[in-house]
């Protein structure tokens, strides 16, 4: 999605200043279990179904506006857009970088959605052959989030051409009314799928092919809405194309014989079907239905201000609508759906929009419809004035979130993990977290009640033989108990806040760490139930502690596990 292409489209923990993670930055199976699945580990897609297989995709995060990026009216290989940028950076993204990658990956997403143009990058116009530097650039954002063990889709994306483009630029039309037009996009279509589908033929099922994005006539005043006769008449089209390119897909050799494929119709709106079927398939229930919605249009997309506000009885309706159609249409039958794109734009409602996440996720997930979110990296902040495309959630610039809060609440809501650790991943270049595994130094059950060593934890310097500089320790903590002490000077202690306080000794031990507050104090918010925090020692604070262990102590929080990274 993107501003040149999109027209009307039909608890958590609250851990002040703590930094989770360092980073430089045909017979449907009709059994629809929820498959769970963990960030940084493979989910088991060994014969699941479509639905199971959808499920197991959970929640998902779009690398938008990077390799889709598009120019039209030059049929010559471009290795720079006309802004002398390379492709990849051409619409304002930075280069994607290992450490994005596993960010998003930790951050607790366990599919990414790659969108992919190509018209750009073609060096033979007689085979459509896409240059393999542009192929093997792909390639590398795909190992790494398959290195973080993530699902990976990929697609033809913007290559979507209007007739009057068709002589100028390499792509596809969906023109109802023109034999030539067809005949030339079903061979496009035919040999980029060729070509990517053999290039990745060895990759397991945790890549997934979708064969068209948004597939519309782009010759109409308003592609995205056309009248019935027409939807109809596009979607005869429109299978013909997709059949053409499964079938590409399926000869291919290797894995592709039995890939899980996304398969939209109409403009990928969940409305647009008649005249539309699956194409026909030599797997046994390996397609998707790939859809998108921008939903309620009102609330979520639309340029104005109007309607900031949701409301669960009004929005909430709608969007459960829109789920129940789904599920009636689709999941019900036994076929898997993924929501490929969805957001809500930022109009400086972020607590209705997380009303929004939580309600949109949860309808979700009800029909084990995984949402792969849209992002931008567009929001007020970043000076974006489309009110309808403000849809930025990672700062990818220094790999920090926008809006942690709406993309925690749509993790959690889906079933997912936030900010898990990702065994054996990898923070890229620049340093950060080489990955491992968090090992547990201390379990028992602790309330730390008030500022006396009495209550406190002390670790000795064995504890810490394994730290390094780099590492990490992570406390998993809840509410304690009321303090009913006083200090030194008979005041009694104030319960309105809770805090954690970690020294190497009584006489001058601070340490130092970056999420500190104040006076070396960490204030957190636990949840009723066990939640966590982690801390990050500086260097030469890990000198110390290696040296003379650690004391925990705070006011008001009950600590039951310590664990080191």
Not at 286 to 297: N, V
Not at 508 to 528: C, R, T, Y
């Amino acid at each position: 999605m993107n501003a040149k292409f999109k027209s009307i489209l039909s608890g958590i923990i609250a851990v002040s200043a703590a930094v989770i993670l360092t980073l430089s930055c045909s017979a449907p199976n009709a059994n629809i279990n929820y498959v769970p699945s963990v960030p940084g580990i493979d989910t088991p897609v060994d014969g699941l179904s479509s639905v199971q297989f959808a499920s197991a995709m959970q929640s998902g995060w779009n690398l938008g506006n990077t390799f889709e990026s598009a120019e039209y009216g030059n049929k010559n290989n471009m290795l720079k857009a006309s802004n002398g940028k390379s492709y990849e950076t051409a619409w304002g993204m930075p280069e994607t970088t290992e450490k994005m990658i596993y960010t998003v990956a930790a951050k607790g997403f366990k599919t990414i959605r790659i969108p992919i143009s190509w018209h750009n990058h073609i060096t033979d116009g007689d085979n459509y052959t896409i240059d393999p530097a542009w192929l093997a650039r792909v390639k590398v954002v795909v190992d790494w989030a398959r290195k973080n063990k993530m699902f990976v889709i990929i697609n033809i994306h913007h290559d979507n051409l209007t007739s009057a483009q068709m002589s100028t630029t390499y792509g596809f039309s969906v023109n109802p009314n023109s034999s030539e037009e067809q005949e030339t996009s079903k061979k496009y279509i035919k040999r980029i799928w060729e070509q990517v589908a053999d290039y990745f033929k060895d990759y397991d099922n945790h890549v997934i092919f979708e064969l068209l994005n948004e597939p519309r006539n782009m010759d109409l005043p308003n592609a995205f809405n056309p009248d019935s006769s027409v939807e109809f008449d596009c979607n005869g089209v429109i299978k013909q194309y997709e059949q053409v390119a499964l079938d590409a897909v399926r000869a291919s050799g290797g894995n592709n014989a039995n890939r899980f494929v996304m398969v939209p119709y109409y403009a990928a709106s969940p409305w647009k079907y008649s005249n539309w079927s699956l194409p026909t398939d030599s797997a046994s229930d390996k397609l998707l239905i790939s859809t998108h919605a921008y939903d309620p249009y009102s609330f979520a997309m639309y340029n104005g201000t109007e309607n900031t506000d949701f409301s669960e009885s009004v929005e909430g309706a709608e969007l459960k609508n829109l789920f129940d159609s789904l599920n009636t249409k689709w999941v019900s039958k036994g076929r898997g759906v993924v929501m490929g794109e969805g957001s809500c734009s930022d109009k400086g409602n972020t607590s209705d929009r997380l009303a929004w996440f939580k309600s949109y996720v949860a309808k979700a997930k009800a029909i084990k419809c995984p949402l792969i979110l849209w992002d931008n990296m567009a929001t007020i902040s970043t000076g974006a004035t489309d009110a309808s495309e403000r849809h930025g959630y990672f700062n990818r610039n220094n790999c920090t979130w926008y809006f942690e809060e709406l993309v925690n609440a749509m993790i959690t809501t889906a079933g997912g993990t936030i900010d898990g650790n990702i065994p054996n991943g990898d923070g890229g270049e620049g340093g950060g977290s080489s990955g491992g595994s968090w090992t547990s130094i201390w379990t028992g059950t602790q309330d730390l009640k008030h500022w006396d060593g009495a209550y406190g934890i002390t670790l000795n310097a064995s504890s810490f033989s394994t730290a390094t500089s780099s590492s990490k320790i992570r406390l998993t903590i809840s509410i304690g108990a009321e303090c009913t002490a006083t200090d030194n000077e008979g005041n009694p202690c104030s319960n309105n806040y809770s805090t954690i306080h970690p020294i190497t000794g009584w006489t001058n031990g601070n340490i130092n760490f970056p999420e500190a507050n104040s006076d070396k104090q960490l204030s957190v918010s636990p949840s009723a139930t066990a939640s966590t925090v982690t801390i990050t020692p500086d260097s030469a604070s890990w000198t110390t502690i290696k040296s003379k262990g650690l004391i925990i102590y705070g006011h008001k929080v009950v600590i039951t596990k310590i664990e080191l990274l």
